[in-house]
């Protein structure tokens, strides 16, 4: 079964630095990917980043960037220089090669203070 | 390029009740999802449809209920409605089903109060 644990419930971060959100996932599979997603109070998931498992290389999209460790099966969203318009819930999700859902961590709420 | 819309936005049910949620996915896509996100599950996977066909379904009983229509526009029905039931379900779209490496795009929700 696949599990994706998310530790910090609520981050508090500077405006303009850089911020690092957990995500430890658990899987049988070897072929997979991992997503994060933001949630503003509006409701909808945004999507952010995206990483497959095969991926030697970290994957980076504008101030986002993944920190893959696969051997540690982590999978960390490193925000840099935060906004205000970063505060949200964020979450981390998994999808495997079989299965048509996608799993979901508990999610991180981050905030931006100015 | 249309986003995924979801109607309704907001509504409001008694217990015992039925609610239809509607979705209108991305153009092009075929692939539909459903989640139910409370505070204390998180997001929950409903089920998924594909051209019509329901591909998986989530640990939820048998008064959840989905299908797709041929313009790939997907509905979800809650029969008699309980309390629990209150919620924000998502809809989320993909072009392709069963592989990892696509994302979901997902609209803005409904939200569901049961009282």
């Known amino acids: 079964a696949q599990k994706i644990t998310q530790t910090q419930p609520g981050m508090f971060v500077q405006e303009k630095e850089a911020v690092t959100l957990d995500c430890t996932y658990d899987?049988?599979?070897?072929?997979?990917?991992l997503f994060w997603y933001k949630q503003p109070s509006s409701g909808e998931m945004i999507f952010l980043i995206y990483?497959?498992?095969?991926?030697?290389q970290n994957a980076t999209e504008g101030r986002y960037s993944l920190n893959f460790q696969k051997a540690r099966k982590s999978a960390n969203l490193v925000i840099s220089a935060s906004q205000l318009g970063d505060s949200a819930m964020y979450f981390c999700?998994?999808?495997?090669?079989?299965?048509?859902?996608?799993?979901f961590g508990a999610g991180t709420r981050l905030t931006v203070k100015p | 390029k249309a986003g995924v819309t979801q109607t309704p936005r907001y509504l409001i049910k008694t217990r015992g009740q039925q609610v239809t949620l509607s979705c209108s996915p991305i153009?092009?896509?075929?692939?539909v999802s459903w989640y139910q996100q409370t505070p204390g599950q998180g997001l929950q996977f409903l089920f998924e449809?594909?051209?019509?066909?329901?591909?998986n379904k989530g640990n939820f009983p048998g008064r959840f209920s989905g299908r797709q229509f041929s313009n790939s526009r997907s509905e979800m029905n809650v029969s008699t409605l309980e309390l629990g039931d209150s919620a924000l379900y998502l809809c989320?779209?993909?072009?392709?089903?069963?592989?990892?490496?696509?994302?979901?795009?997902f609209g803005e929700g409904s939200r569901l109060t049961v009282l």
């Open positions: 989320a779209s993909s072009r392709t089903s069963g592989t990892y490496t696509g994302e979901l795009f």
């Open positions: 899987t049988s599979d070897q072929s997979y990917g």
């Open positions: 990483q497959g498992s095969y991926d030697e």
């Open positions: 999700a998994m999808r495997g090669p079989n299965n048509n859902d996608m799993r």
């Open positions: 153009s092009g896509h075929r692939s």
């Open positions: 449809y594909f051209s019509e066909t329901q591909r």
